[in-house]
């Protein structure tokens, strides 16, 4: 959650009162807040040791959700109205002399399509900023701009002194060596071009460069004489640039997200135009489109909804009537009328500060924050259920002790990896039909979602090199494969998975811990594979095979063979449950069916596996699917068919 700093002193005299840290923690709890830090203290101690120290600050936690929070303006103002000391402000658009024939216009060109095509503006006229006020308008745009804006990526701002420079304007998007401005705090021109390699090295400007940087054309605003305001989302022009003198502040907003655009504009001016000379006056801006559409920004309309007393009761336990869920709606800002015909309805107006409410759940919570959470009573739920685990992890907790029991050491790596781990570290091919990739991963180590434990297992034996040989571990967990027959598009299988590492190979280790798993799994072994059409019993084989991943021919393949149900069934479960590894369906589970599945698989890793890895010594290695031994529950109990 963000955190904001406000002056102590500053917040009680906007809430007339003082609270100590104690009472105002407490305050902040009830409105759903925290406060994090009280610096009073250590401005004492600087203080009496003679060093230079800021007033006292106070470091509150704010929901992510609520952009109006997000400076001393709008905790007041929130807070005020909480406490019953305050109303609700009305913010109006106010025409300049003339009417709406004399607003400001902004031109927006057809080439800002390429790069950010939404626009708004709003100006904020007669304003009297004091140098805490002013330093708090700066603080809440870089707010905005790392928490909704998303680093200036959706949505970037910028704030000009309206009186030094002349209407109209015009948004446009022109070649990077076609503009040419003093940025601000320079005192040289620089074209756009020559200012994306000086603020490559710049700390604050050099990660916002990526933005535009490959766009054929940047995005430019210009006033009436052809003077640059601002290279959004980048930096302002020097002549531009307001102070702690600026009367008529103008602010531009350029985004690539519509939605976003409005709530940052929204939260820019309504939080402070309480410093117009008459508060919360904001004056529109015409914005006139490419394609001749007029949009007057910004929209400060407030959105009509409904609640019902009822609705509010049955999430909260409470028994209120609607008039006292009117009282408690008001007290976090929300204007409540009740319904003339309907007991039970209440009319909300939500004002432009509250993008956050969206159904009537969020009324409830505003609702139940008003009353307590504390003072909500505690009551026993309506209906009693009973838990159990699903079948499959049962069978995991059976495998998880005893090979526990016999010496080896469980790890839990991530489920997330490399593209190059999952597939060529492994000599495994990408048929581009099983794994699940990440669109946009932020690091190369998490590109898709893993399709086999032995990844994972063998990073952490790399990391673990310098212990005592020999390191064996184990793994029951999921992968994942893409499955087109599901609504989520992919499936879970619950895999258990061993290495070995020692200086020698070891393959008979961990075949010894196949036989013991399926031994707990009541699994007999079938002697030599002897093919199902023969009539042999139920159980498990081994078979050698030739696989990439291991050495040749110290790899084999283990086959499951179930008890046969019907013989329909077999034809129908070969092309479902061929191989789970594969990544083929077995949500039916193979205990179905009386034929012979590809389960799993064992053997001594190959040498350039290990080589890729960072591995010095042999490795065995074991992984089979635990699916099929599981025992069927009841559709409603698992996600099988989702």
Not at 608 to 629: D, H, M, N, R
Request: glycine share 4%; net charge negative; with cysteine.
């Amino acid at each position: 959650m963000p955190t904001v700093s406000v002056d102590k002193e500053d917040l009680w005299e906007r809430l007339g009162q003082k609270f100590s840290s104690e009472e105002f923690d407490e305050l902040c709890f009830e409105f759903g807040l925290e406060l994090d830090e009280d610096t009073t203290e250590e401005v004492e101690a600087a203080i009496k040791q003679g060093l230079p120290a800021e007033r006292p600050q106070l470091k509150i936690e704010i929901p992510a959700n609520r952009y109006d929070l997000l400076c001393i303006e709008g905790i007041a103002r929130a807070l005020c109205v909480f406490l019953g000391k305050g109303t609700v402000p009305e913010y109006r658009l106010v025409y300049p002399p003339g009417g709406e024939k004399n607003i400001i216009e902004v031109t927006v060109a057809p080439e800002t399509a390429q790069v950010r095509p939404y626009f708004a503006s709003a100006i904020l006229r007669n304003v009297q900023f004091t140098q805490r006020s002013y330093e708090s308008f700066i603080d809440l745009q870089d707010k905005l701009h790392q928490n909704i804006c998303r680093k200036r990526q959706f949505v970037a701002i910028g704030t000009h002194d309206l009186d030094t420079i002349t209407a109209p304007f015009r948004y446009q998007a022109k070649p990077p060596r076609d503009i040419r401005f003093v940025p601000l705090n320079k005192t040289q021109a620089y074209t756009a071009e020559e200012l994306v390699t000086i603020y490559e090295s710049d700390r604050h400007l050099g990660k916002y460069l990526p933005i535009i940087r490959d766009f054929p054309v940047y995005p430019i605003i210009y006033d009436k004489e052809d003077r640059v305001l601002s290279f959004p989302p980048i930096i302002n022009s020097e002549r531009s640039k307001i102070t702690v003198n600026t009367r008529n502040v103008f602010i531009d907003l350029t985004a690539t997200d519509q939605t976003k655009l409005n709530v940052v504009t929204n939260i820019m001016v309504t939080m402070f135009s309480e410093y117009c000379e008459e508060p919360f006056t904001i004056e529109p801006v015409k914005i006139i489109y490419p394609d001749g559409r007029v949009v007057i920004t910004p929209n400060l309309s407030s959105r009509q909804t409904q609640a019902h007393a009822s609705y509010i009761n049955s999430c909260t336990g409470l028994n209120l009537s609607a008039p006292q869920v009117k009282d408690l709606l008001e007290r976090m800002s929300l204007r409540t009328e009740l319904s003339p015909g309907e007991a039970d309805t209440l009319h909300v107006t939500i004002p432009p500060t509250r993008p956050d409410i969206l159904h009537e759940c969020d009324i409830m919570e505003d609702a139940a924050i008003a009353y307590g959470f504390n003072n909500l009573p505690d009551t026993f739920p309506a209906t009693s259920t009973v838990a159990q685990p699903l079948a499959v992890s049962k069978l995991c907790d059976i495998i998880r002790h005893e090979w526990a029991y016999a010496g080896w050491v469980e790890v839990l790596p991530l489920i997330l990896c490399s593209h190059e781990e999952n597939f060529a570290w492994l000599n495994a091919a990408d048929d581009d039909r099983t794994a699940v990739k990440i669109a946009n991963p932020k690091t190369l180590e998490f590109q898709v979602v893993r399709t086999s434990l032995l990844p994972g297992l063998l990073k952490t034996i790399r990391e673990n090199r310098s212990h005592a040989l020999p390191l064996r571990i184990f793994e029951t967990s999921d992968v994942v494969f893409k499955d087109t027959a599901r609504e989520r598009q992919s499936r879970n299988v619950r895999h258990a998975a061993a290495v070995w590492c020692n200086k020698t190979a070891g393959f008979e280790i961990v075949h010894g811990l196949l036989d013991r798993a399926m031994a707990m799994l009541e699994v007999p072994h079938i002697p030599g594979g002897v093919p199902s059409a023969a009539g042999a019993q139920t159980g498990y084989y081994i078979k050698e095979r030739n696989d990439p991943t291991f050495f040749p021919d110290r790899a084999a393949t283990i086959y499951y063979r179930a008890q046969p149900t019907d013989s329909s069934a077999s034809a129908r479960q070969q092309q479902k449950v061929d191989a789970t590894m594969a990544g083929t369906d077995t949500r039916r589970g193979a205990r179905d069916v009386g034929v012979d599945v590809e389960i799993g698989r064992l053997g001594i890793l190959h040498p350039s596996v290990l080589e890729k890895f960072e591995i010095g010594y042999p490795c065995s290695a074991l992984e089979f699917s635990l699916e099929p031994f599981k025992a069927k529950m009841p559709a409603m109990w698992t996600n099988d068919d989702i």
